[in-house]
């Protein structure tokens, strides 16, 4: 079956730690593939995307991602985590394949990011 | 700057209760969306309209009615409310053009209790 995979439910890292959220994908072809955050209490917002060419992709806030066809990977990354990173963090795709409208998009089950002082 | 508003913030109903969810978006976005997050499932699709005048069915448009009567406006109603439905509902909005962008705009979520 066609899914999203965030493996990790919770995270806590300490301030200025590096940081890795992973996700996977299980589609035939490469979906398109984004990171959202979730703020306590506000909606989500996009923080980057890949489409296609070059497989490090730069987003907001000093995050960015990786992807890895060889291992259905895309995971998030920022070098060094603020106390205002903590949030819910969401990898959600577009499968290739699908003929809806755009922004159909399918959310994985989210890893919330706590920091530590 | 609005961006997606969503009327109530916050409800409780009792089971078997109507009400109607309003989000507006001052965007002039083509596209607008209706999902439901729960703990642990992440966010899931209900409905979602394409432009004014169409709507269509997401992963689980169960027990859920929407109107897109104005291109600004996407109402989602609950004709008999169960407690299956307590849930947090999110608006979102993205503009049509290109392909798959995938960039939504969320409103701020409404908070909806059946007891």
């Known amino acids: 079956a066609q899914s999203v995979t965030q493996p990790d439910i919770h995270i806590t890292v300490s301030e200025g730690a590096s940081l890795e959220l992973r996700c996977n994908y299980s589609?035939?072809?490469?979906?398109?593939l984004f990171w959202y955050v979730q703020s306590p209490g506000q909606g989500l917002q996009l923080l980057l995307k890949?489409?296609?060419?070059?497989?490090l992709v730069q987003g907001i806030k000093g995050f960015e991602a990786e992807f890895k066809r060889s291992q259905s990977s895309f995971n998030l990354r920022k070098p060094s985590v603020h106390w205002s990173d903590a949030a819910e963090y969401f990898c959600?795709?577009?499968?290739?394949?699908?003929?809806?409208?755009?922004?159909?998009?399918?959310f994985g089950k989210g890893t919330k990011l706590s920091v530590k002082p | 700057n609005a961006g997606v508003t969503q009327t109530p913030k916050f409800r409780v109903l009792k089971t078997g209760q109507s009400m109607t969810l309003l989000c507006a978006q001052d965007?002039?976005?083509?596209?607008m969306y209706w999902y439901r997050q729960d703990p642990g499932m992440g966010l899931r699709l209900i409905h979602y309209?394409?432009?004014?005048?169409?709507?269509a069915k997401g992963e689980v448009p169960d027990g859920y009615n929407v109107s897109r009567l104005k291109k600004q406006n996407f109402l989602l109603g609950l004709e008999s409310a169960a407690p299956s439905q307590t849930s947090v509902y999110f608006c979102?909005?993205?503009?049509?053009?290109?392909?798959?962008?995938?960039?939504?705009?969320f409103g701020e979520g409404s908070r909806l209790t059946v007891l």
């Open positions: 589609y035939g072809a490469t979906p398109y």
């Open positions: 890949y489409f296609s060419g070059d497989t």
């Open positions: 979102a909005s993205s503009a049509l053009g290109g392909l798959n962008t995938g960039e939504l705009f």
């Open positions: 965007m002039n976005h083509e596209y």
């Open positions: 959600a795709v577009v499968p290739m394949n699908y003929g809806g409208s755009q922004g159909n998009l399918i």
């Open positions: 309209s394409v432009g004014e005048g169409t709507t």
